[in-house]
């Protein structure tokens, strides 16, 4: 049996793919990887179909062993990592034989980064995805994060040419890290509940990661932004901030009591009582995932034909890493 | 309900990012506005537009995921904008079929009010509990008459969300008598699991424990999810409330509470579920009359 064993669970580490789609209705958010782009890049440097489960760990990672020879590659976050103690390349094809241990050191810069292994990780899936969801423990090893002792399935490794040790993606085509994160927003949805000025001040601000980051959201520090004056609409509640209860989209920003905005992101909750004031453009949501505590964030209000543009800039960087790995 | 059945303002269609479009169709609740957004997500599921993700009626509002790749987020906008005036005008004998169902609730239980003694610091009124301030706040002189309007007449569920399986049930009687509550004013971090609570003109049962900002009133001793799919009544979905089921929240006491649980934990436990059909026309020009009935159908 092909497994892997966790002997070190790191600090939050789950089994993640492309997500699971279709339950939001219900009120089940999609999860999958938050940075879809390295997650993405792993899969393409271990030769594995798109949609293969990878691990999504946090901040500090995780200790595996191997028990049988695989195609492994690290993506994402800056972080330093060894196999056997050794330092080895991220954002690189490596390969690993039974017996050997894949480790991680304090992270540099980001915070999450992915490991991506040939074969992807085997875990059941749930309503066709094997991302981990752990507010109801679904999908993944046991709907929840590793921990010391764990053992995990390995699928059977793809036929036909694997990438090459040493494969490589090209310093260019790898996630900038910078010191404040650039969000894209489109502003929106609920947002007439602000003053013009509070608009303003909400996109001038810098603000904060706070402790309360998570994988359903982040909750930011740094400012407080006024809500426009009403008589408050029937079965909204009397805060200002409150709202009919309505639909929060994945990456779409609130702002309760007027100065802790939320972003939701992969693990939302579905919807909620609160103003939203504009959702940040699905690639951005890549960018949320390398940040952590302490960080800062900056809103640039975009429209919704800049959003589609990112996009299609992300998949055609993602065709170029493929075409260097291709080689 | 005369007052509620005014016309709807004209729909605010709003992007979510590139991935979703929100559409609001009234700032303030009625059932006016959730019957639309019913109708018009009804016409789009039927449509199977492809590109289309998730399609997620809400209180007064509805909201759509999409794929990008396969469908410009504009193109779906204009679409909505079409189903509004071929789906959103609703006939005047336009029906509903649906269910309506026995939803046991002990109020004033000792676990919801172990919680919210915890989180007094978080209410508005840190010298009450919840159920005592939202009597106050409603014009009701006891803490049981406020349970005797809840228990009074039945709730359609308006909205399923925030986590899965939730149902947030707006209850059937004309506005002046519906009760109306504010959300705790910084969220709990904890809520058992069931609890029954109140926020806005809402009630809900929270499916599993978590962060919950609705006032704590009770706990039902059935669930509203179950992973497991254990229960018969959970076969053929995880959740049990569908869009427009109407729930009859019913007071028990601790002993009925115990039997229930001891019920569901032996896997034997069904809800009582009686096919109906909703016709909003009859239900507003006669709310009680109408409740009545769906009362008699129910516990025949």
Redesign the interface.
């Known amino acids: 049996m092909s497994e892997l064993i966790v002997h070190s669970g790191g600090l939050y580490t789950t089994v993640q793919d492309s997500g699971r789609?279709?339950?939001?209705?219900?009120?089940?958010p999609p999860s999958g990887a938050m940075d879809q782009y390295s997650y993405a890049a792993g899969n393409m440097l271990v030769g594995n179909a798109p949609g293969a489960a990878a691990l999504e760990a946090t901040y500090i990672g995780p200790r595996l062993e191997f028990t049988d020879s695989r195609t492994i590659a690290v993506t994402g976050a800056d972080a330093p990592i060894t196999v056997n103690g050794e330092p080895v390349p991220a954002w690189e094809t490596l390969t690993v034989d039974a017996g050997d241990v894949l480790g991680f050191e304090t992270i540099r810069g980001g915070a999450r980064p992915y490991i991506a292994i040939s074969g992807g990780v085997a875990v059941p899936e749930y309503l066709d995805s094997r991302s981990t969801y752990t507010?109801?423990?679904?999908g993944g090893h046991n709907g929840r994060a590793l921990t010391d002792g764990d053992r995990l399935a390995l699928g059977e490794p793809p036929s036909g040419t694997a990438p090459k040790p040493g494969t490589s993606v090209p310093a260019a085509l790898r996630p900038e890290l910078p010191g404040v994160a650039q969000l894209r927003l489109?502003v929106?949805?609920?947002s007439y509940r602000l003053t013009t000025e509070a608009l303003r001040s909400f996109s001038e601000t810098t603000w904060k990661i706070t402790k309360d980051a998570n994988r359903v959201g982040y909750r930011l520090r740094g400012g407080t932004i006024e809500f426009a004056e009403r008589e408050q609409?029937?079965?909204?509640?009397?805060?200002p901030a409150?709202?009919?209860?309505?639909?929060y989209?994945?990456?779409?920003v609130q702002v309760?009591?007027g100065d802790e905005p939320i972003i939701l992101l992969n693990d939302a909750?579905?919807?909620?009582?609160y103003a939203?004031v504009g959702?940040?453009?699905?690639v951005d949501r890549d960018r949320v995932a390398q940040t952590k505590t302490g960080d800062q964030i900056d809103f640039v209000p975009v429209?919704?034909e800049d959003?589609?543009t990112a996009?299609r800039d992300r998949?055609s960087r993602l065709e170029k890493v493929q075409a260097a790995i291709s080689g | 309900m005369a007052e509620t059945t005014a016309q709807l303002p004209p729909a605010r269609y709003?992007?979510?990012?590139?991935?979703?479009i929100?559409v609001?169709l009234?700032?303030?609740?009625?059932l006016e506005a959730n019957f639309k957004a019913m109708a018009i997500t009804g016409a789009l599921r039927e449509k199977d537009v492809d590109g289309v993700?998730?399609?997620?009626?809400?209180?007064?509002?509805?909201?759509v995921?999409l794929d990008?790749?396969v469908l410009?987020?504009?193109e779906l906008m204009t679409e909505l904008k079409r189903l509004e005036h071929s789906a959103g005008e609703l006939p005047e004998n336009y029906s509903v079929p649906t269910r309506i169902v026995d939803v046991p609730v002990l109020f004033d239980d000792p676990w919801t009010r172990e919680t919210l003694l915890r989180f007094r610091d978080n209410h508005q009124d840190p010298e009450s509990t919840d159920l005592e301030y939202a009597a106050r706040i409603n014009g009701h002189p006891s803490v049981q008459s406020l349970i005797d309007a809840i228990t009074s007449a039945p709730f359609i569920v308006t909205?399923?969300?925030?986590?899965?399986?939730?149902p947030?049930c707006?209850q059937m009687v004309p506005?002046d008598r519906?009760i109306?509550?504010?959300?705790y004013?910084?969220?709990r971090t904890d809520t058992p699991e069931r609890a029954f609570g109140y926020?806005?003109?809402?009630s809900v049962v929270y499916?599993?424990r978590?962060a919950g900002?609705y006032q704590l009133f009770g706990i039902a001793p059935a669930p509203v999810?179950d992973?497991a799919q254990k229960l018969p009544d959970f076969t053929d979905?995880?959740?049990f409330p569908k869009p427009s089921d109407i729930l009859r929240y019913r007071a028990i006491d601790r002993a009925e509470y115990d039997r229930t649980r001891a019920d569901v934990e032996a896997g034997t436990f069904r809800y009582r579920i009686r096919e109906v059909e909703f016709v909003p026309s009859a239900f507003l020009a006669d709310p009680d009359g109408f409740n009545r009935e769906l009362l008699e159908v129910l516990y025949r």
């Open positions: 789609p279709g339950q939001y209705a219900i009120g089940m507010l109801t423990g679904i489109v929106g949805l609920c609409p029937f079965g909204a509640g009397s805060d409150n709202v009919v209860d309505l639909g989209p994945i990456g779409s309760p009591g909750v579905t919807g909620g009582g939203t959702t940040i453009i699905s429209d919704v959003a589609m996009r998949r | 709003e992007f979510g990012g590139d991935e979703f929100f609001e009234d700032q303030e609740m009625s993700i998730d399609i997620c009626p809400s209180n007064a509002s509805y909201m995921r990008p790749d410009h987020p504009r909205m399923l969300g925030f986590v899965p399986g939730l947030f707006y506005r519906q109306e509550v504010p959300k004013v910084r969220p926020g806005g003109a809402f499916p599993v978590g900002g999810f992973l979905h995880i959740a």
